[in-house]
Structure formats: C-alpha cells, structure tokens
C-alpha cells in the first residue's frame, strides 16, 4: 500500500551511501536519483524509502512522533540491521528486543540527521 515514504537530510551524498549500504543484503540501491531527492529501493513499482533537501531549502528536522519501519525476515535480521546501522553512524535509540510478548520484535536506531527508524518483525 505504500509506495515510498519520505525523509529529509543535511548531506544527499552521505545519506545515499548510508541506506544503500544499510540495505545493499536486501538488494537495495538507487532507483532514481535526481539531485534533490533519490529514491531507495529494489525496483520501480516497489516501495521505496525516498531521501530528500526539503524543498523549501531550510534544514530538514525529523517530524515529532515520526519513524520509518522496515520490516526484516526474522529477529536475527533485527540485530544485523541494528548493528550495521550503528557502524554507518546511526545512533541508539533502542536495542533489539521483545516490545509486545509474543508479537512484535524491534530495534530502533536515529539516523545522522536523526530521523528514526525500526527494523522489526511480528511474531
């Protein structure tokens, strides 16, 4: 149902680096790039995680209460995702663990211009 989401960021050339390499397991590179905003993902017609200057030209600020979920295979992919977003330069804002008992599995990183997200999985 989603097609892409968006995020602002300070550098376009450091966030590609980042959510390519943080994604390049699940096959993820630029679909589209066009200087402004590039577009994230495996295909066209799949959903795509777009990064982006804002438009308006200010700094871009991570929205109050938003996050970016993306979903891994099992828990283990939890920890790899986690861990490799550490090592890119993200920062900890909650280690991989249980949130709901038997349910829902996450780990929830800031990225460097600290926008958050999780890798998660149900069950």
Not at 1 to 29: H, N, P, Q, R
Not at 91 to 112: H, K, L, N, S
């Amino acid at each position: 149902m989603i097609g892409y989401t968006t995020i602002g960021v300070s550098d376009m050339e450091a966030a590609k680096t980042f959510y390519t390499a943080l994604f390049t397991d699940k096959g993820a590179k630029i679909v589209t790039d066009m200087g402004r905003i590039a577009f994230i993902g495996t295909k066209r017609g799949e959903p795509m995680l777009a990064i982006c200057k804002p438009y308006d030209k200010n700094d871009p600020t991570p929205g109050n209460g938003a996050m970016t979920a993306f979903p891994a295979s099992d828990k283990n992919e939890v920890g790899v995702l986690y861990e490799k977003a550490i090592a890119l330069g993200a920062t900890d804002d909650g280690a991989p663990g249980q949130r709901i008992p038997d349910r829902f599995y996450g780990a929830y990183v800031r990225d460097p211009d600290n926008n958050k997200l999780c890798f998660f999985v149900f069950g």
